[in-house]
T-cell receptor, first 113, second 110 residues
Framework: DGGITQSPKYLFRKEGQNVTLSCEQNLNHDAMYWYRQDPGQGLRLIYYSQIVNDFQKGDIAEGYSVSREKKESFPLTVTSAQKNPTAFYLC????????????FGPGTRLTVT | QKEVEQNSGPLSVPEGAIASLNCTYSDRGSQSFFWYRQYSGKSPELIMFIYSNGDKEDGRFTAQLNKASQYVSLLIRDSQPSDSATYLCAVDTGGFKTIFGAGTRLFVKA
């Protein structure tokens, strides 16, 4: 089955710890994205990548980092510099990125205390 | 700043009725428009996309686009309780970024 997987589904961390969220896709999509969703708000773009070994900051990149070493994988690290990391994190991919629809993984709910 | 605006709702309709969800956007250069459905606690699911002015129909769903008015809408015919969800409007502004609205909550009463 083709799709996007994110792990884990729920993640709990102590304040001050870095944490990495996994995102894998087997759709052969070129573009991948990371969004953050807070209650009652829309999706906000953290980082996006159009091709392997290249990525750009989105609207709220501070406190986050990514890598794109393989086409299938786009992990997101939430660092201790992120002031309010508790949120629902969504990974998405699209065939090319420009003017193409995005498909979402199931999401990771991160809670930092 | 480029924006996508939606009424947060909730929009409540009886089962079998037509639900009409609306969205406006600020960037006249926007080229692609998407509707996603998001159930509580789940990730967004693509319902429809539309690129050209006019209507696009897919089953019970119809997307309508009016670029002159910077307005896009989603009609759901014969609404079912299973359609109860938050509907996100998304706009691709042509810069490799898609802007999402905050969503409209729809409640279909049985």
């Amino acid at each position: 089955d083709g799709g996007i997987t994110q792990s884990p589904k729920y993640l709990f961390r102590k304040e001050g710890q870095n944490v990495t969220l996994s995102c894998e896709q087997n759709l052969n999509h070129d573009a991948m994205y990371w969004y953050r969703q807070d209650p009652g708000q829309g999706l906000r773009l953290i980082y996006y990548s159009q091709i392997v070994n290249d990525f750009q900051k989105g609207d709220i990149a501070e406190g986050y980092s990514v890598s794109r070493e393989k086409k299938e994988s786009f992990p997101l690290t939430v660092t201790s510099a992120q002031k309010n990391p508790t949120a629902f994190y969504l990974c998405a991919s699209s065939p090319r990125g420009h003017n193409y629809e995005q498909y979402f993984g199931p999401g990771t709910r991160l809670t930092v205390t | 700043q480029k924006e996508v605006e939606q009424n947060s709702g909730p929009l409540s309709v009886p089962e079998g009725a037509i639900a009409s969800l609306n969205c406006t956007y600020s960037d006249r250069g926007s080229q692609s428009f998407f509707w996603y459905r998001q159930y509580s606690g789940k990730s967004p699911e693509l319902i429809m996309f539309i690129y050209s002015n006019g209507d696009k129909e897919d089953g019970r769903f119809t997307a309508q686009l009016n670029k002159a008015s910077q307005y896009v809408s989603l009609l759901i015919r014969d609404s079912q309780p299973s359609d109860s969800a938050t509907y996100l409007c998304a706009v691709d502004t042509g810069g490799f970024k898609t802007i999402f609205g905050a969503g409209t909550r729809l409640f279909v009463k049985a």
